[in-house]
């Protein structure tokens, strides 16, 4: 709920604080933003647009993790999240590209009095993230452009497959808080992709992400985790549909290319979860 998140959160066209009234947002300088019916809040400055994935993006990616595929991934990141906020500042966690907020609820179970805020582009994600948790407030935000979060409010930063803002996760950052990034390694789903023809992990990835959060924080755990996927084609499909290849991918072949799988596809998912502090 937004009742949760109100005091980390920043007017989009001029920094300053926001207050709830009634069903909106407003700053001092009276600029307001209505909560929609789903209890989400567009937070974008006049020219910008929402984006990000399409709701059958979200949708197949809501399917795919209530099934369970990615547990041990949602687990490893949640546990790295706990220790990290164990001994940290208060305050909240803001997640960045939340899409349906499962990663962020897990989080919060394990973190009681914290609230957790679901930044997404996508009005499906945030329509989703603002009812996966009592605690979470979603906000429809572009993470490419300075975040409505004022500046320390998070004890905690998520980014799970998502974009990465380095200098803004740096300036939303309490000086002693931690960010947690999961993303994809190079083997990750590699006998799909594969077999699909799907979009593959860039090898350099990894060095990638470090150059892009940029000086102002220091990565201080890494480590990796490996897992095997037993899915049926629904799964192999929804899969697909959640990822960058539903953009690239023509749609009947890759259609010929599912009905040939074998059942179930074993495939192995390689994820790096590390965890980043504020120099
Ligand atoms: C691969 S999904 C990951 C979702 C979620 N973290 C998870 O692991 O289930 C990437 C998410 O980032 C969002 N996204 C993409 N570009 C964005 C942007 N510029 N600002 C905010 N969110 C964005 C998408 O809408 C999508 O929900
Ligand atoms: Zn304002």
Not at 159 to 167: E, I, K, L, Q, Y
Not at 187 to 211: C, N, S, Y
Not at 233 to 262: F, I, K, N, Q, Y
């Amino acid at each position: 709920m937004l009742e949760h998140v109100i005091d980390m959160l920043a007017c989009p066209h001029c920094g300053d604080p926001l207050a709830l009234r009634e069903r909106s947002l407003r700053c001092r300088r009276g600029h307001a933003f209505d909560v929609a019916r789903q209890g989400y809040v567009t937070l974008l400055p006049g020219e910008a647009r929402p984006g990000g994935d399409t709701s059958e993006m979200v949708e197949a990616r809501a399917a795919f993790l209530a099934a369970g595929h990615y547990r041990p991934l949602v687990d490893a990141v949640a546990a790295t999240a706990e220790r990290f906020l164990a001994d940290g500042p208060s305050g909240g966690v803001v997640e960045l590209g939340a899409g349906t907020g499962q990663q962020l609820a897990q989080v919060l179970e394990r973190a009681p009095g914290r609230a957790g805020l679901a930044l997404d582009l996508s009005r499906a994600a945030a329509r989703r993230a603002a009812r996966a948790h009592p605690r979470i407030g979603a906000v429809v935000c572009d993470v490419w452009r300075r975040l409505p979060v004022r500046s320390g409010a998070a004890a905690l930063v998520l980014d799970v497959f998502a974009p990465r803002n380095g200098p803004e996760i740096r300036r939303v950052l309490h000086p002693r808080g931690a960010l947690v990034v999961a993303s994809a390694a190079p083997r990750h789903l590699a006998e799909l992709v594969e077999r699909l023809g799907l979009l593959r992990v860039d090898e350099r990835k990894p060095e990638r992400i470090e150059q892009a959060l940029g000086a102002g924080l220091e990565r201080v755990e890494r480590r990796v985790r490996e897992f095997e996927l037993e899915l049926t084609r629904t799964d192999a499909e929804r899969l697909v549909a959640m990822g960058p290849s539903a953009w690239h991918t023509e749609p009947s072949a890759l259609r010929e290319r599912l009905a040939d799988l074998p059942e179930p596809v074993r495939v192995g998912a390689s994820v790096v979860v590390s965890a980043y502090r504020p120099v």
